[in-house]
């Protein structure tokens, strides 16, 4: 008789999540999770951060020790693909020829970067950062350059940016948008982040493109832009968005479109099989245009537990948490609570010229978004307005007079 099997595919942030959520919740058939990668599930947010600065180590970046696997009886390959989905049969066939049998199947494949298609990206010191091995080649590289240059001002390239700053390297960031952030922060707050980061010294470099990286077998030497910038750099750093890994799916007929698309309960088009985490393209409460993919920590951490309550019976409950995400930049601690939206009124609460503050988002007179610098009690406030929908005015957030915890809702008084 066929083991009652759950089979994960992708050792990530999410994968590891829904085993330990199963177990927690006493699964008690067989758990496999196939990673590709040679480690155990790690934490990927101090990688370019704190792991950078040589202020963890690897092994502090485990999400749980190499013991806990076999303890809890989860069978952890790591090191070996996932190549193809049999759905009829419930298989999955890994690239050293084994099979796993699934009573039901998760995908959390996650992303991989997005190639910079121009000459010269293939150089050596060339580097991009998402796994252990990315930035522990990175990191060493840094040991020896005075000179950096990052393509890309999302999360991932500031991130570095200040790392690198920190260390002394001198850093610049280009990206072809006209501010940092663009595609996830509100003007105002990106404007902060611009200022901030000049004050860190990091220079920045909007509206550009990377016409080629140059150098030999040596290594990069210089980036040079379209407008004829040529900016020398000892280590390139590339960080211009991923690619959702749902090859897998694809080939085995799932809807797939920009991510692997489920429905509210993260259930794919084949009822044996779920996506969760960075590869699921799922619709959310709180997006603006309904179906999002999210990047973030909260994202494939609670899509994993929602998927495990379901694999156990309870519900089926749709997923419907409240995004929210956070990024280190060296002092500047961003946090958002809720999803930003195009067309958002941009309510500034704060001292101007100040390094903590947060701008508050409204669409259509209603709070959606919060981006707080160095306020974490002022988020987490936030993620109670908007989860529970409290009514917020624009005047009520511009004034750092006004209290906005009294707007919460009162527990019931104890009789
Ligand atoms: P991943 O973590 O990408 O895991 C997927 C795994 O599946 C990978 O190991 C991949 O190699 C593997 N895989 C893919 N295909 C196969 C296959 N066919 N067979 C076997 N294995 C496969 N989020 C925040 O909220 N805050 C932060 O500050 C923050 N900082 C970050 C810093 C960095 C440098 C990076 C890279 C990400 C950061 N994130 C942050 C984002 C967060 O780490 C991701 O959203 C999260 O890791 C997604 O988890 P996941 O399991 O969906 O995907």
């Not at 479109?257 to 985490?277: C, K």
Request: glycine share 8%.
């Amino acid at each position: 008789m066929t083991q009652r099997t759950v089979a994960i595919i992708g050792a990530g942030q999410a994968g590891f999540q829904v085993a330990v959520s199963l177990r927690e919740l006493h699964y008690d058939g067989r758990i496999v999770v196939i990673g590709d990668e040679r480690h155990a599930p790690y934490q990927r947010p101090p990688l370019s951060k704190v792991y950078l600065l040589g202020e963890c180590d690897e092994a502090q970046l485990a999400l749980r020790p190499d013991t806990y696997y076999a303890q809890r009886q989860i069978d952890l390959i790591t090191g070996k693909r996932a190549v193809a989905i049999d759905r009829t049969r419930r298989k999955v066939a890994l690239e050293d020829d084994s099979i796993i049998d699934y009573e039901h199947l998760v995908i959390a494949t996650g992303a991989r970067n997005r190639p910079l298609p121009v000459p010269g990206a293939e150089l050596p010191n060339v580097f991009f950062l998402r796994t252990l091995d990315e930035a522990s080649a990175l990191k060493a590289q840094m040991a020896h350059a005075k000179t950096a240059v990052v393509i890309g001002a999302g999360f991932i390239g500031l991130e570095f940016a200040a790392s690198a700053k920190k260390q002394g390297i001198d850093v610049t960031v280009l990206d072809v948008a006209d501010r940092p952030m663009a595609r996830a922060l509100s003007k105002t707050m990106s404007a902060i982040f611009a200022r901030e980061h000049e004050k860190l010294g990091v220079k920045l470099k909007f509206s550009t493109q990377v016409m080629h990286l140059l150098g030999g077998p040596g290594g990069v030497t210089a980036v040079e832009t379209v407008d004829g910038q040529v900016l020398p750099a000892d280590l390139v750093v590339i960080g211009i968005g991923v690619i959702p890994n749902v090859d897998l799916a694809a080939t085995c007929d799932l809807v797939v479109e920009n991510g692997v698309v489920v429905d509210e309960f993260l259930q794919t088009s084949d009822p044996h099989i779920s996506a969760v985490g960075d590869v699921a393209a799922h619709p959310n409460p709180y997006a603006p245009g309904g179906r999002v993919r999210l990047e973030s920590i909260q994202n494939a951490s609670d899509q994993a537990r929602c998927v495990a309550a379901r694999i156990m019976g309870q519900g089926p409950v749709a997923y419907n948490a409240l995004p929210w995400f956070w990024s280190t930049q060296g002092p500047l601690r961003l946090q958002m609570a809720g999803l930003p939206a195009s067309g958002c009124e941009e309510v500034f609460r704060g001292e101007p010229g100040g390094s903590v503050c947060s701008v508050f988002l409204f669409r259509e007179d209603k709070l959606v978004c919060v981006e707080t610098l160095n306020r974490p009690a002022e988020h987490m406030l936030a993620r109670k307005l908007i989860a529970n929908r409290v009514p917020v005015t624009q005047q009520q957030a511009a004034d750092l007079t006004f209290d906005l915890k009294s707007l919460l809702p009162k527990p019931p008084a104890a009789s």
